[in-house]
């Protein structure tokens, strides 16, 4: 499994990240890319609620990357218990 923040500069980089679907989620993706795992912080918020605001916000995200990495931050957020 991938790093969060492998994930999220994969993401960050995408073409068909555009319009308010970037805008809004790269108020996640950015905190995201300083994330190894789910069990990380990130200032106040925890790594499981910045994943799950993160998907929200890419939610109207298309494509095969999009599926692909949406997949891969869905995975991670199994890892809570």
Known sequence: MRALS???REALACDTLKGNT???S???LKPMTQLES????YLYDSAHSVVLYALSNLSAWRGDDARRIKAELKEHLKGVK
């Open 38 to 41: 789910i069990h990380d912080t």
């Open 26 to 28: 790269e108020a996640y």
């Open 22 to 24: 970037r805008t809004y």
């Open 6 to 8: 492998e994930i999220a």
